[in-house]
DNA sequence: TTGTAGGCGTTATCAA
DNA sequence: TTGATAACGCCTACAA
C-alpha cells in the first residue's frame, strides 16, 4: 500500500509538508503543492481514512439509527428514498455514514455495544422515536441527534419534516379550486404521527374558503395494509352517507383501497367523484385512473437532514430547530373540475 | 474519551495486557481478564474503532456498490431488503458497512475517489453489471467482490442468487398439481436478465409433465411500470387467443396488471383462471383475489452475501461461487382447482 | 502469565 | 515555507 511517506519522498519534500500540501494549506506553495499532487496522483496514492480519523481525534462518522422493527416488519419504500438521499449527499463530504438498528427495550444496553462498532461524531434517526428512548440516547451519548420525518414531534429538538400540515392545505385547495364544496376525508386518528397534522390542513383549507368538512374518516391505523383501510373507509362511509363530489386521502394507499370500492359500486372516477392522495407512491401513477397526489420528496428530507446535522457537529448551523421540507401537487387523472 | 491506558491503569495491569484481555485472549489468566473486563464496563471504556483497524493493518470495511441509475429512478423495495439484511448480518460480525453509489461511464475516474472514502476489504455489488465494468474493478481493486442478484450472470465471479429457475419451476408445478393442463406465461424477453432463468423453470415444469405450453407473452422489459406491462400483455392475449386456465406470471406486478384487464373483461378470479406471480411484493396481499406467489427473499441474499463476502475476505470460504438461495411459495387465493 | 517498546499512517506543533 | 518529531489509541512481537 502506498502512503504518504511515499509520496513524500518521490516529491522531495517532508511528510509535514506532504499532508499540508494534499490538504490543500496555504503555508505550502503552489509549485511544491503541485509536485506533491503530482506523484500523488502518479503513484496512486490513496489516503488510510482510519490513520487520519485517529490523527484528528474525530470519528468523521454519523450514524444512521432506525427500529429495527419497523423496518422488518413494514418495509416502506420512504426508508429507502431517506437512505438515498443520505448516502448520496454525504458523497462529497468527509463524513461516512453507518447504519444501525434499534429495538425497543434492550436499546439502553445494547447502545454500548452500538458505539463500539460505529464510533460517532452524530446521530440521525429515521423513525417516529418514543420520548423515554430518546431521552436515554441524548443523556448517554451527548452528541448532536436529528430527527427524520418525526412529524414535528420534540419541538426543541433538531428535525428535518416534510410538511404535513401543508401538503394537506394544499390538497384540499386544489380540491376546492375545482369548484368541489362537498369534500370528503380519509385519515389517521388523532393520536396517529400523521393524523393532527393532515386533518389540520384539511380543516384549514376548508374554513379559510368557508367550507366544512362533509363525510370524515379517520380510522385507519397501520401503517400495514393501508389499501385494506381505504377499501374499509369507503365501505363504511357509502352505508351512512351521501357521498361527497371530491375526497382527499392521507395517504395514495388509503385512495387506491377507497377508489377501488367505489368503482365496484359503479361510481365513475373522476368523473363521479374526484380523489386527491399524499406520497406518490410508485403504485399511484400505475392505477386506473392515474392519481392526482401531493409528492413528499424523501430523498431531500435525507440530504437536508445529513447537511444539518453535519452543520451541528461542527458548530456552525444556525438555522430552525425543525426544517419543514415542502412538497407538490402532481397533477393526474383522478380529479375533475365540477360546476 | 476514556481509553485502554485508563482501564490498564485501573485494573492494575500494563496496556497489553489490557488489550489482550479485552480481545479475549488465551494468553491471560481468567482472573485478570475478569478485573479488566469489570474495569472497562465500569468506567465505559468504547475502543476507538479507528486506531483498531489502523493497528491490525484492515480496514474491516466492506464497501455495497450501487447503480445509482437504477436506484434513483426505479426505487425498489428489494434494495431496502438487501441493505437490511447487510446491515442486520453484519451487526455482530467486526466488520462496517458502507454505501457507495456508481455510474456509467465516469466509473473509473470516481473509483480512486470512492477508495478514498471507503477503504475496505471488499465489495458487494447489488446491481446486475456490465462485464466491462466489472472487469475494471476487478482489474483496479484487486480485492474480493461478491455479486447479489445477478441471476448467475459471471459465472466465476463470487454471487448469491435467487433461484429463479427453480422458483418458476415450483409455480408452474404448482399450476399442474391444481390440474391445471393449459397454463400461460407472461414474463420478459430472453435477454432481460430474470427471462431466461423463468422461461427455462416454466418450459421444463411442463415438458417434465408431458404439457406444452399454451399461450406465452415475453415482451416485457423494463423494471418500470410492470403493472402496465402485466395489462399490455393480457390486451394483446385478448385478442389473440383463448385464455388458458391458469397463468404463470414472473413477476406479480405483471400478474396484478393481467388480473384487472381479465375481471375488466369479466372473467372471475380465480374461479374462470388461475394466477400465480413470482416476488411476494407488499401490494400482492391486498389486491383482490389476494395473489399466490413465489415469495423471493431478498433479505437473506444480503445476509448470505455479507457472510460469503467476509469468508473470502478471511480466505476461509469454500463453498460453491455461486449460492442460490431458495424461495416459497405463498398460497392465497388466486389459484383454483380444476378438474 | 505479564510488561516493554515499537509500529500502524496521519496530523499538528514547533523550530529552523 | 519547510522539516523534525511527537502525538492519536491500539496491537503485538519479544523479553522478562
Redesign the interface.
Known amino acids: 500500500m502506498v502512503k504518504l511517506k511515499d509520496v513524500a519522498k518521490k516529491a522531495n519534500v517532508s511528510l509535514a509538508t506532504a499532508s499540508l500540501a494534499l490538504n490543500d494549506s496555504k503555508l505550502i506553495k503552489e509549485e511544491t503543492k503541485k509536485e506533491v499532487l503530482y506523484w500523488a496522483e502518479k503513484i496512486?496514492y490513496?489516503?488510510?481514512?482510519?490513520?487520519r480519523?485517529?490523527a484528528k481525534g474525530k470519528?468523521y462518522n454519523i450514524c444512521i439509527m432506525i427500529n429495527?422493527k419497523n423496518?422488518?416488519e413494514?418495509?416502506?419504500?420512504y426508508?429507502?428514498?431517506i437512505?438515498?438521499g443520505v448516502?448520496?449527499e454525504s458523497?462529497d463530504t468527509e463524513y461516512?455514514?453507518?447504519?444501525?438498528?434499534y429495538r425497543d427495550k434492550e436499546e439502553l444496553k445494547l447502545l454500548?455495544k452500538k458505539?463500539?462498532?460505529?464510533?460517532m461524531d452524530g446521530i440521525m434517526i429515521l423513525d417516529v422515536i418514543e420520548k423515554n428512548m430518546l431521552d436515554n440516547l441524548i443523556k448517554d451519548l451527548k452528541i448532536p441527534i436529528v430527527l427524520i420525518d418525526n412529524h414535528k414531534k420534540f419541538k426543541n429538538i433538531y428535525g428535518v419534516d416534510n410538511d404535513d400540515f401543508g401538503g394537506s392545505y394544499k390538497a384540499t385547495k386544489y380540491l376546492i379550486d375545482l369548484g368541489h364544496k362537498r369534500i370528503g376525508y380519509i385519515g389517521y386518528p388523532d393520536k396517529h404521527p400523521l393524523g393532527k397534522e393532515c386533518w389540520g390542513g384539511f380543516k384549514k383549507a376548508l374554513s379559510d374558503n368557508n367550507l366544512r368538512e362533509y363525510c370524515v374518516y379517520k380510522k385507519c391505523r397501520s401503517f400495514k395494509?393501508v389499501?385494506?383501510s381505504g377499501r374499509n373507509a369507503m365501505a363504511e362511509l357509502l352505508e351512512k352517507k351521501l357521498i361527497p363530489s371530491a375526497f382527499f386521502c392521507a395517504s395514495d394507499y388509503l385512495a387506491i383501497?377507497a377508489i377501488?370500492v367505489l368503482r365496484n359500486k359503479g361510481y365513475k372516477i373522476p368523473a363521479d367523484v374526484s380523489f386527491i392522495g399524499m406520497d406518490d407512491m410508485?403504485?399511484s401513477?400505475?392505477?386506473?385512473p392515474h392519481l392526482t397526489t401531493v409528492r413528499i420528496n424523501m430523498?431531500e428530507l435525507g440530504r437536508v437532514g445529513i447537511k444539518k446535522l453535519i452543520s451541528i457537529i461542527n458548530n456552525n448551523y444556525s438555522g430552525e430547530v425543525k426544517t419543514i421540507i415542502s412538497n407538490e401537487i402532481v397533477e393526474r387523472r383522478s380529479c375533475s373540475r365540477i360546476n
Not at 413494514?74 to 419504500?77: L, R
Not at 401513477?285 to 386506473?288: D, T
Open positions: 496512486n490513496i489516503p488510510n481514512i482510519y490513520a480519523k485517529l470519528s429495527s423496518f422488518f413494514s418495509p416502506n419504500i426508508y429507502l428514498k437512505i438515498g448516502i448520496k458523497e461516512t455514514v453507518s447504519f444501525s438498528f454500548s458505539r463500539n462498532k460505529h464510533n395494509s389499501i385494506k383501497g377501488e410508485e403504485l401513477s400505475e392505477i386506473e430523498e
